[in-house]
């Protein structure tokens, strides 16, 4: 696979959990870039809404060590929201990012939110105008409950998947029930969420060899190509309307 899309990189060095300094950063955009990975948005946790700007100052300084490193990887800036009920708001004012500029937002809550919780806080984004993007959604439990699933879809909500899902054993329940939402087409987007070398790292291999065996080129371009473009571009992805 080539030109594929990721849309949940904690690469920004030195603000979260991610990557701890400029060269890690680039070690894992080349690990990236060889397994076809052409373009990154970057997704750090911000603690404070005043980091915004250093993020952005931050992510140009990167871009600039991409460059003088050869590396063939497009960066954009983009932020891994925890959900509050002010988000709208900051992102309104801009102390809060999208993704690549776009009106798409990338979202997480704690593992144990309701399903109800959750619904309420993808309606008030859509009312806000933003498209919600759920972060690794196969890690909360509301989510199990099929019809819970549905709903949210069908109310505007799209899902991002961590690759490493699908690289699990099969034998593995979990894994088994991600790669059923796979084949189901219940999954919008695909992520690395690399963090650093040491610790989730972005190997997508085993799960893009069952998806380019398993899931069809249409779902597999869909998910790691297409969609990711509707973000880059600022366009709805047509899925729902």
Known sequence: MTGIVDIHAHILPGIDDGAQSMEEACQMLSMAAKQGICKVIATPHVIHKSQVTYL?????LLEEKVKRNFLDVKLYLGQENFYHEDLSGQLDCGEALTMAGSRYVLIEFALGVSYREMYRAVRKLLNSGYWPILAHMERYICLRNEEN???????????????????????R??????????????????????HRLDYRPPKIEKAVKWLEGCAGEGIVQKIMIENPHYILNGEWTGRRK
Do not use: H, I
């Not at 088994?176 to 969420?193: C, E, Q, S």
């Open 173 to 194: 329940s979990e894994t088994r029930w991600k790669k059923r939402k796979v084949l189901a087409d219940k999954v919008d987007f695909l992520g690395t969420d690399m």
């Open 149 to 171: 699933l549905d709903d949210l879809r069908a109310a505007g909500c799209l899902m991002q998947m961590n690759y490493s899902g699908l690289s699990e054993p099969w034998f």
């Open 56 to 60: 952005q100052k931050l992510a140009a």
